[in-house]
Every structure is written in structure tokens, then in C-alpha cells.
């Protein structure tokens, strides 16, 4: 038997993968502890073919059982196992593309393969694993901006680290692993000691790579921003000016990349002896460590290079939404933070010439920097479908008009406005908090579009109403204060915790309305402001250098996977977004330890490990022993306590609740020697309601001025098994030529041609693993029943929204042994012509095979198969 299971193609990641910055959400109200969790019944309801998303692959990545040479492995047996490879599936029949192979990170390679074929290549010999290639849509640019990035520095500690400290991050080499770097950009010259392109301008995700050009130049933008939060010089300085760069190109300047060339990139960063990684980028929703993205991740730390990666900007999709490679063991999962204040371009308006700072939309073309339009409008700030139906011919010919967002996506607004004869589009928010929006669709907006706040959308409303408004274009900005959204987590930046309930983000940094570098070919000033997790990474990048650049001048060394302890140790928590006035702590499990600081971090002499506590189930809580080592020449007495955090319930729309968490503690005050450790035990009471991930940091206070020491810690409360994965029941379905699937009442299939059954499955949470047997309709036993008949896969992510599918494949065939032993050799030939079901079994996230409340299954309905004859 064959299961093809067609995981998540788009599970977006970094704000639609690479922090491209989606609309920022109003902030959440708070639910109190009384009203209840939210339901996690099931809702056994068919999936309507019409409203249903797909979410499938078409690369996958094949593991093989040998090491990867950094972990030990043999070179030449990894080059054998690729060989037998090649042999069996050329003796099967099996027609495949390879694109990438891969020794030394991880061991395996990439293949573009038929659906029909990915069970036999499951059977062959050496294979350990077969994994979906995760495909990462390339961001786009949101504003244009006057270079200044002050206020974020400022917020990590960075500017008094290189204004007091004299730390630059000189010598230090971090690798950029994103867009490719505009290399005439001044910010930059110099300092590129290593590059390579893996992709060429022309690849999009759905074509070939062409490596090895001789050029990273970058025609997206991303990558030259995301390396000037860094490391730019210059004008804005990003936060480690003099460091190093290595700069690997993954896109090309359209489409997407995926996450077999992300590792061919890592192990070309080992290749060229990088101190530091960067990645923002990612795959939301695929929160397993074990993902081949993240196991080359944390194989890479382990090799002495420092992994940062964003965790990914899909805080919309609600609870477990952190990605690969960001949730790998080693990596140091990054969170996004708002900046303390926005610089935005500005156009006037009349009579008095009044500045109103704009984002400009992805998708249309640049606002200029001149000219005026008459000001009009198609709605009123209480209007709920602001121009979502066609307006009338020429109504707004030559006008800049103004539309309030609602109802309806950006593009139509826009695009009813341009049909009707608009210069430009002002759209204006209906919450608290400015939006980045998006109007790429086909026909394509040709006309400016820009986004304002709300208040500022209103204030042009009663101007229109009062009389001739004039708009002004201008190359001027404004500066404002983000007010009490400065220092929260932005509301895109994803939950975690990681499927195995790992504690993840691990921290976090600025990251929601940045100013950096940006190409000068795409724009000539240079500069750009965008947001998202992929900002909030490269500044933990800069800090980690800082860090290291700071050890060696100390004569000192750090070993890369103790870089994370370190910063999570003196990391500062924030207030919750939805209402900081409240005083509770943002959730552990979507900020981490809180904001990276850089002061702390080089200035302490004392650490914690370990440092961060991954607490596991309710009822499996036990003592936790943290040992504190001082490395200083005088001693020093800590006073421990426990401050707690937001919780939350649900799963895509999350409830809220304040902390009623308590520790207990083997002594409430510990003196550590110099230059030795001392150790103290903590018990952790979680007062969360059931079914709740709860967290908090246990607090260590020191006796003199050195700095405050954290550990944070989650876990889930109650029995993490009772969560579903069958929330929705599954269907069968038909697979279409342009790969969409149909449901179909038609049960009957020839399995030739691609006329196979198809089940698809929303999965509304982690499954550890999912089986798939075939059974006789009549006797309901399994056939071959003595031979292998189930089909296995493993480490399935959750589907990304509450109407996402997997679709899972049978084509007719099953298994069988040559003999009876686990060491068997398996085989496969097509199932006889008759009556069948097939019956799926999910293992539940750490759940034990052995208990059947940790299981959940489905029974397809009778499927009849009526192979023609040869």
C-alpha cells in the first residue's frame, strides 16, 4: 500500500514566510478565567469543496539512515546510500528529478517525483523518512522611508554598546542567508568575505535553480534590509556596523524558495566558517524539530555557528504556529517586537498643509514625490464595505480617493477605485494602529496605493466633507510614537510551543516597522521601513556578534550552543499587546524570554542553565534544578521568586486569561561563589484553566548591581492528548489536472491515471504520526494481513487555517515482505479488483501508542477499485 501524503506546499512563514509583513491585527480583548475555555469538541462536518484550502507539496526531501559527516558520518557510505537510491528506483520504474543532495548537515536528497510513486520510494532500502519541501513565498516591500533606525537600536541596548563599549561587531562573520545584498550599496563595501548565489534571478520556486552565478546582487530588496538591521554602516548604522558579511542568495527576484536549498545553504555557511546564521525565513505551522530544515539547523549550531532564525508572522493563525528551521533544538527561535516610534513617508493636505504619514501597498506602483490630486471619498468612517462593489464610470477621474478599509480585500477596493478613474487610493484603517496592505491581483493596480491610520482617515473625511480637499505628494516624513504598542509583541509574530510542547520563540527584538537598507536600483534613496519576524531576527544576529566580538577582546570564547543561555538569561519580558495597562506579562510561548539585551549580555558574570524550562504536561510536572554559575571574582546572593505570564486556550482563535502560577523553592535565596555554581530547585504550580499553555519566568534578583537573571518557563495544563487532530470529518476526494481536489460521490476509481482516491484531512493539531490501511469492505480485515499492509508517515504538522486540508493518496497498491522479519525488504503490487475501506490512524503529539485515548481514527466509506485489465 502507498500513502502519498501531500503536506502543506505554502505554510507561510515569517509573515507569508519571509516577514513580508501582512495587515496588523487589532489588539485582542481579555477573557476572563470565569467565561471558560474555548471548545475543542469536534465538529464532525464534511468539507465543502468551494471554502477548503489546500495545502500540498509537490518537492520532497528523502532521508537517508547514515549520519551527516558533521554528526560522523562516512562520506563515502552516504555516497553509496545515494547510489542504491538511484538503482532501486530505476528498478521499481520509479521517474524522478533530483535537484539537491546533501552529506554533511543532513543526509538525503531533494526530488520532484509523481504522487504515485512516493510509497515506493518509502519502501526502498536506506530510506529513513520522506519529508514535504516546504515552499517560502518571497516578501515584497512595504514603504519608503528616511534612513533612521535610532529607536530600535536603542531598544536591544545596541547603541550603548557601541557608543560606551566600543563593540562593532568587528571580525566577526555573520552569513545572510535570504534575497541576495545590493553589493554597491555603500552601507556594505568591504565587508563581503564570502557569497554565493544558489538560485539565479530567474528561479521562482516553481522552475530550476541555476547556482554558481557570479553575482548576489539583489533584486527583491529582503536580503539588503534584513543585512543592514545587522550590520550596515554608514547612514544607519545597523547593529553591528563593522562586522563581516557572508551573503547566500535563496531567491530570485520573484516567487519563492524552498527548504531543500536553505540547507544547501547552511552547508555552505559551514563551508566558509561563519560565526554567525541568520534565516528570516521559515515554514509557520511546521512546528516539529525534527523537520530536516531544523535538524540541519541545530546540526549547524553543534558545528560552532550560531543559528538565528525567525519564528515566523503568523500570529492570525493562532496557538502552535511556529516554524522551521526556527523551532529547531539549537536554533534561537526569534519573536517580533514594535519599534518605539515610525518614521513614514507624508503627502499635505490643504488648507494648511497638515503632514499624514502613509505605508505604501505591495502590489501597486510607488507613490511619487510631487504633484497634487484632488482629495474625494466613497464612504464614511462608519461605512463597513467601503467601495467593495464596481463604482460608477469616471466618478473619480483624476482623483486621490479615500476608502476605509472592510469587507472586502484591498485589491478589490483598490482596483473599483482605479476602474472608476482614480489617480491613487488612500486607504485608511477601522482599528487602533496602521496597516500594511497588500493589491497584487490580476489585472494588476497601476495606480499609487497607500494605507493611513484611522484617526488620520477621519480627519481627511470631515476635510472632504467641509469642502476641496488637495493631496499633496511630498519627500518629506514624520516621525511618531507608537505609544503603548512601543516594546509589545507585534501582533503578527507567532505562538509557539513547538509540537513536542519545547519552549519556542526563545526571544525576541524589534522587528515591526524598521528602518534599513534597500536596494538602490529598486529604490535610490536606499532605505526602506518593513516588518515582521524576519526584521526582528538579524537583530539578535547583530547582538550575537556583539557578544562574541566582546568575549575575544576578553580573551574569552563561547561555544555556539551556549550563546542562546546567555541571552535568554538577561532578555527582558514585555507587557502583553492586548492591553499593557493591565500589567500582565505577553505570553511565554509567543515572546520567549522576552527583548535580547546587549548590555546585559556582555556584562554578566553569571548564567543560568538550564535556561529555559520546557515543562511538559500537567500531570508530569516535577522539581526542576537550576544550577547558577559565576564566572566573576567576588560572590554573589540571589534572591529567586516567580513572576507569571499571559495564557491562553484554543487553538486559531485563542482566549486569553491572566497568570495564576506559583513556585516553590528548594531555598528562596542562593549565594554563589566566585568562580563556581550553586544549585537550587524549583517547583512550578500552574493555575491556568484545563487545556491551557500557561508560562512565566522564575526570577533571580542579585544582591549587587549586575544584572537581573531570568528562566523561562511554559507548559501545557491538562492532558495534552485531549486535544483533536479529526476536528472536521475527512472526505475522499478527486485529484484535478491543475492539482486542486474535488470532493466526489462517485467511489469508484480505475487507479490509472491519476484516478485515485484522495482523502482529505484537516488536521487541527500535531500528529506524531498517521497510519493508513486498507481493509476488506466485507470482513473488515486488513489485507495481506500477514505481510506489511499499513503505510506510516510521520511528524505531520497542523493544517494553518480552520478550513485547510492535506490530501492523502492511495494508488491501488500495498505491500508486501519477503519474509516475516522487521529487516524485511518490502515490496509492493497492485491490490486485487474489489471492495475496500481504508482506515487512518493518528498517533496524537507525544502521545503512547499503547493508549487508546492517545489515537484517534477515520473509516472511509466503502471505495470500490476497477483496474482495467492489461
Keep these: 500500500m502507498k500513502l502519498n501524503h501531500l503536506r502543506n506546499a505554502s505554510l507561510l512563514a515569517l ?108 519502501d526502498m532500502d536506506g530510506v529513513k523518512a520522506v519529508y514535504p519541501v516546504m515552499s517560502i513565498p518571497i516578501p515584497q516591500d512595504l514603504a519608503v522611508n528616511e534612513p533612521d533606525m535610532a529607536t530600535a537600536i536603542s531598544q536591544t541596548g545596541a547603541d550603548v554598546a557601541r557608543n560606551e563599549m566600543g563593540l562593532t561587531g568587528k571580525g566577526v562573520k555573520i552569513a545572510i542567508m535570504d534575497t541576495g545584498l545590493d553589493l554597491d550599496h555603500p552601507a556594505f563595501q568591504g565587508r563581503v568575505v564570502a557569497s554565493y548565489d544558489l538560485v539565479g534571478d530567474a528561479f521562482n520556486g516553481s522552475n530550476t535553480p541555476v547556482p554558481g552565478q557570479d553575482t548576489v546582487d539583489d533584486c527583491a530588496g529582503h536580503g539588503t534590509h534584513v543585512a543592514g538591521i545587522a550590520a550596515a554602516a554608514g547612514d544607519l548604522p545597523g547593529v553591528a556596523p563593522e562586522a563581516s558579511l557572508g551573503v547566500y542568495r535563496v531567491f530570485g527576484c520573484t516567487g519563492s524558495t524552498s527548504s531543500d536549498i536553505m540547507i544547501q545553504a547552511m552547508e555552505r555557511v559551514l563551508a566558509d566558517g561563519m560565526d554567525v546564521l541568520n534565516m528570516s ?181 470631515a476635510r472632504i466633507a467641509a469642502g476641496t480637499t488637495t493631496l499633496t505628494w511630498t519627500s518629506q516624513s514624520v516621525t511618531s510614537s507608537n505609544g503603548s504598542a512601543a516594546n509589545t509583541l507585534d501582533p503578527s509574530s507567532s505562538y509557539g510551543m513547538s509540537a513536542k510542547l519545547d519552549l519556542k520563540p526563545d526571544l525576541g527584538a524589534p522587528g515591526g516597522m524598521i528602518r534599513s537598507t534597500w536596494p538602490l536600483s529598486l529604490i535610490p534613496s536606499g532605505y526602506n521601513t518593513i516588518s515582521g519576524t524576519s526584521m526582528a531576527s538579524p537583530h539578535v544576529a547583530g547582538v550575537i556578534a556583539l557578544v562574541i566580538e566582546a568575549k575575544r577582546k576578553a580573551g574569552q570564547t563561547i561555544r555556539a550552543e551556549d550563546m542562546r543561555t546567555l541571552l535568554q ?93 506559583s513556585a516553590s523553592f528548594s531555598s528562596n535565596t542562593v549565594t554563589v561563589p566566585a568562580g563556581s555554581s550553586a544549585t537550587v530547585t524549583v517547583t512550578i504550580t500552574p493555575g491556568a484553566p484545563d487545556l491551557a499553555v500557561y508560562g512565566g519566568y522564575v526570577v533571580l534578583t542579585p544582591s549587587d548591581n549586575s544584572p537581573t537573571l531570568r528562566v523561562p518557563y511554559a507548559g501545557f495544563n491538562g492532558d495534552y492528548q485531549a486535544l483533536k487532530i479529526f476536528t472536521i470529518t475527512p472526505d475522499v476526494a478527486r485529484r484535478n489536472a491543475d492539482g486542486t481536489y474535488s470532493n466526489t460521490s462517485d467511489l469508484t476509481f480505475t487507479m490509472r491515471d491519476n484516478d485515485y482516491p484522495y482523502f482529505r484531512m484537516h488536521l487541527d493539531h500535531f500528529a506524531r504520526w498517521l497510519k493508513m490501511d486498507v481493509l476488506d469492505a466485507k470482513t473488515m480485515q486488513p489485507v495481506n494481513s500477514q505481510f506489511f499492509n499499513a503505510a506510516t508517515e510521520e511528524y505531520l504538522p497542523r493544517s494553518s487555517t480552520a478550513g485547510g486540508f492535506f490530501a492523502f493518496g492511495w494508488d491501488g497498491q500495498v505491500s508486501w515482505s519477503r519474509g516475516k522479519s522487521d529487516n524485511a525488504q518490502n515490496k509492493r503490487k497492485p491490490i486485487p479488483n474489489g471492495q475496500y475501506v481504508v482506515k487512518f490512524t493518528a498517533l496524537k503529539a507525544l502521545g503512547d501508542a499503547s493508549n487508546p485515548a492517545h489515537v484517534e481514527t477515520w473509516t472511509s466509506p466503502v471505495l470500490t477499485v476497477n483496474a482495467p485489465k492489461k
Excluded at 466618478?395 to 483598490?414: D, E, P, Q, T, W
Excluded at 513572576?643 to 486556550?649: D, V
Design 15 to 122: 509573515s507569508v514566510a519571509l516577514a513580508s509583513c501582512g495587515q496588523q491585527q487589532a489588539a485582542p480583548s481579555t477573557t476572563s478565567a470565569q467565561s471558560g475555555s474555548a471548545s475543542l469538541q469536534a465538529q464532525n462536518l464534511n468539507l465543502p469543496a468551494a471554502v477548503t484550502q489546500s495545502e500540498t507539496p509537490e518537492l520532497w526531501f528523502v532521508e537517508f539512515s547514515e549520519k551527516p559527516t558533521s554528526k560522523g558520518g562516512n562520506s563515502a557510505a552516504l555516497g553509496q546510500q545515494k547510489k542504491l537510491f538511484r538503482q532501486q528506483a530505476a528498478a521499481e520504474g520509479v521517474k524522478f528529478n533530483e535537484r539537491l543532495s546533501f552529506d554533511r548537515l543532513w543526509n538525503g536528497i531533494s526530488v520532484r517525483v509523481l504522487p504515485s510513486d512516493l510509497g515506493k520510494i518509502k
Design 569 to 661: 538569561n538577561t532578555a527582558q519580558p514585555k507587557l502583553w499587546t492586548g492591553n499593557p495597562a493591565a500589567g500582565i506579562l505577553e505570553a511565554v510561548h509567543r515572546q520567549g524570554a522576552g527583548m535580547v539585551n546587549v548590555v546585559n549580555a556582555v556584562t554578566t558574570k553569571a548564567t543560568v542553565t538550564p535556561s529555559k524550562l520546557s515543562l511538559g504536561e500537567s500531570s508530569n510536572l516535577t522539581p526542576q534544578t537550576l544550577t547558577i554559575n559565576n564566572s566573576g571574582n567576588t560572590p554573589v546572593t540571589y534572591t529567586l521568586s516567580q513572576q507569571g505570564a499571559l495564557t491562553t486556550t484554543g487553538n486559531y482563535t485563542p482566549k486569553y486569561y491572566g497568570s495564576g502560577n
Design 281 to 461: 525565513i521559515g515554514a509557520s505551522f511546521n512546528s516539529w524539530p525534527e523537520y530536516p530544515s531544523a535538524v540541519a539547523a541545530s546540526n549547524l549550531v553543534d558545528a560552532g555557528v550560531v543559528v538565528a532564525a525567525s519564528i515566523g508572522n503568523s500570529g492570525s493563525g493562532g496557538v502552535w504556529a511556529a516554524g522551521a528551521p526556527g523551532v529547531g533544538d539549537k536554533v534561537i527561535g526569534v519573536a517580533n517586537f514594535m519599534n518605539t516610534h515610525t518614521a513614514l513617508p507624508a503627502f499635505s493636505v490643504s488648507p494648511d498643509g497638515q503632514k499624514v504619514g502613509y505605508s505604501m501597498a505591495t502590489g501597486a506602483p510607488a507613490a511619487p514625490a510631487t504633484g497634487s490630486l484632488p482629495l474625494a471619498k466613497t464612504g464614511t468612517p462608519t461605512t463597513a464595505d467601503d467601495a467593495c462593489t464596481p463604482l460608477p464610470a469616471n466618478s473619480l477621474a483624476g482623483k486621490a480617493v479615500l476608502i476605509r478599509r472592510g469587507s472586502c480585500s484591498f485589491y478589490v477596493k483598490a482596483f473599483n477605485a482605479q476602474q472608476a478613474g482614480a489617480a491613487a487610493v488612500v486607504l485608511y484603517n477601522n482599528a487602533a494602529g496602521i496597516i500594511n496592505p497588500t493589491v497584487e491581483g490580476t489585472p494588476p493596480v497601476t495606480i499609487p496605493v497607500v494605507s493611513i491610520t484611522a484617526a488620520d482617515g477621519a480627519m481627511l473625511d
